[in-house]
T-cell receptor, first 112, second 115 residues
Framework: GQQLNQSPQSMFIQEGEDVSMNCTSS?????WLWYKQDPGEGPVLLIA?????ELTSNGRLTAQFGITRKDSFLNISASIPSDVGIYFC????????????FGQGTILTVHP | KAGVTQTPRYLIKTRGQQVTLSCSPI?????VSWYQQTPGQGLQFLFE???????NKGNFPGRFSGRQFSNSRSEMNVSTLELGDSALYLC??????????????FGAGSRLTVL
């Protein structure tokens, strides 16, 4: 099925560093979402974006909805060990009750 | 406010058997969606229910089915299990009845292993 292109696939960083990841799509979305998943758990919503160009922050996290509505990025500032996990972007649009299209995920490892 | 609750959390079945998974959405949420997560395919949409009606369906074979009850609780069933059905099955709910604005809250999932 259709998937978003999420990059990078994995990141190994030192505690305190900033992180950036992004997603691109060939389709336009009305909503962009960023989730984090810990092992053995379901994805947890971090940020939801509803308008093209929208820039939203949630603590150390900042995400933007691309102007073309085909891309989004997530930045994490001053990373800490508990940021470890898999980050997913997801897009929603059109007549798509309940359906999100997910990226492949970015595996983040933070070294203390 | 309780989150999305899925039961069972873990289960092991053998090929050919069938399985039923249960999901209780957040109180007040009327839309329930199901997803399959595997290492190879990632997160794939199965179906969505609202007011006991399936409104949307992903590209899965007919062995995958679901239903929703009047209290918004939902179940999904997989019949004639195959090895490839081993996955984490995630349920999600949302209060919004607006197409295209699927801000989903996920449960912890049911981990199915098919032997």
């Amino acid at each position: 099925g259709q998937q978003l292109n999420q990059s990078p696939q994995s990141m190994f960083i030192q505690e305190g560093e900033d992180v950036s990841m992004n997603c691109t799509s060939s389709s336009i979305f009305n909503t962009w979402l960023w989730y984090k998943q810990d092992p053995g758990e379901g994805p947890v919503l971090l940020i939801a974006l509803y308008k093209a160009g929208e820039l939203t922050s949630n603590g150390r996290l900042t995400a933007q909805f691309g102007i073309t509505r085909k891309d989004s990025f997530l930045n994490i500032s001053a990373s800490i060990p508990s940021d470890v996990g898999i980050y997913f972007c997801a897009g929603s649009g059109g007549t798509s009750y309940g359906k999100l299209t997910f990226g492949q995920g970015t595996i983040l490892t933070v070294h203390p | 406010k309780a989150g999305v609750t899925q039961t069972p959390r873990y289960l092991i079945k053998t090929r050919g058997q069938q399985v039923t998974l249960s999901c209780s959405p957040i109180s007040g949420h009327r839309s329930v969606s199901w997803y399959q997560q595997t290492p190879g395919q990632g997160l794939q949409f199965l179906f969505e229910y609202f007011s006991e009606t399936q409104r949307n369906k992903g590209n899965f074979p007919g062995r995958f089915s679901g239903r929703q009850f009047s209290n918004s609780r939902s179940e999904m069933n997989v019949s004639t299990l195959e090895l490839g059905d081993s996955a984490l099955y995630l349920c999600a709910s949302t209060p919004r009845d607006i197409s295209g604005a699927n801000v989903l809250t996920f449960g912890a999932g049911s981990r199915l292993t098919v032997l």
